[in-house]
Each structure stands twice: as C-alpha cells, then as structure tokens.
C-alpha cells in the first residue's frame, strides 16, 4: 500500500504570520505555489491559499482617497485652457527639474510604482484560513485523498509525530496515478 509519506513533499515552503500579503504573494509565485502553511516558530497557526487572498481583499473595503494631509477631499480648479501653438501649462513643471537623470515625465510615471499597495498594507494573519487539513504520515494515500475530497481540501500538512513533515497536495496524488504508482482499480472494487 501507498502510503502519504511516499508521495508528500517534504521541503515545504512557509510563511510566518507577520509577512505582508505582497510579501507572501512574491513568495507563492516565485515557488510556482498555490498556498502554504502559516507558521508561528515550530507551530502551524494556519494556511494561506490563493482563494484566501483573493476572498480577503474582494471583503476588505478599501478607501477612495489616501492622503497624510488634512486638506483631502479639496476640489481642483479647473485648468485654464491650452491651445496649440501656446507653452503647455506642465511646461511649468518640467522646468522646475533640470539636471541629469530621468525626465520630468519619466517622474510621475504612475507606472514605476502605485501610490498605495493594499497588499503591502495588510499581513497574513489577517487572510490566513485557520481551519487547517492534516494528515499522518502514514496513512494510506487512497483514505489521504478521501479526506481531502469530502473537505474540500487542496492540500493538507503531513504530520509525523505532531511536527510538520511535509505537505500533501491534489497534485502530489495526481502524479502517483499517472505514474502508475496508485492504481485506480485496486480501490475501486475494494
């Protein structure tokens, strides 16, 4: 029989509760992962999934305007109006910076970076799923991908002894049946 230890990852990527969700989110797509369990030293507190950080952010309301000063919220005069031919109004601006470096434009570039990272701003704890799938180490796989089904389960923690020993995904067990390492038929008429 195959076992959960057999075909777990057992170099699992973390992340502590305090990260920013920017900082997680560059974690998760640099190890090209879905989710990781949140640890807090040597104890797991949760896990932090894709769906989480989407869930969190589409619940979370975000402010229309972020301003440091009190004068937000002040209405803008309206810009005189430009012709062609005339000096531009931002010419106004650009003058203002002289010097090597980038250009005037090249400065307020909103593409260079946002004015505000709601992900920079909000930490794992706050979108971590705390109900928390596990699994020993030496169960075998078919009762493992059982669980997992009727709890909806992505992925699930392998435990050994209650510590961490690895991490048990829908992908893990996918590939021992492609790889003919769990075969269907076996369980299917037991």
């Known amino acids: 029989m195959l076992r959960v ?10 992340l502590t509760p305090d990260e920013t969700l920017r900082e997680a989110i560059d974690t998760l797509v640099t190890c090209r ?8 030293g ?6 932090l999934s ?15 305007i972020r301003s440091d000063d009190d ?7 309206p810009a005189e109006e430009w012709t062609d031919g005339d000096e531009s109004p931002s010419a106004f601006f650009t003058d203002l910076w002289t010097g090597d470096g980038p250009v005037a434009t090249e400065r307020l570039d909103p593409r260079i970076g946002p004015e ?3 992900l920079e701003d909000h930490t794992v704890a706050e979108a971590m799923s705390r109900a928390v ?6 169960l075998e796989v078919s009762l493992a991908a059982q669980r997992m089904l009727a709890l909806g389960a992505q992925r699930a923690l392998v435990t050994e002894e209650g510590r961490l ?4 995904t829908t992908t893990d067990v996918l590939r021992a049946v492609a790889e003919r390492r769990l075969s269907v038929r076996q369980y299917v008429f037991d």
Do not use: K, Q, S, Y
Request: some cysteine; charged content about 20%; overall charge negative.
């Open 165 to 168: 020993a690895g991490i048990l």
């Open 133 to 138: 799938c596990t699994l020993p180490d030496n």
């Open 71 to 77: 004068d937000a919220g002040t209405m803008l005069e």
């Open 42 to 47: 040597e104890r797991v507190v949760g896990v």
């Open 116 to 118: 505000w990272d709601f």
């Open 50 to 64: 894709a769906p989480d950080v989407l869930e969190f952010e589409a619940n979370t309301p975000v402010a229309t």
């Open 33 to 40: 992962i879905g989710g990781a369990p949140v640890l807090d």
């Open 5 to 14: 230890r057999d075909i777990m990852t057992p170099h699992v990527v973390t």
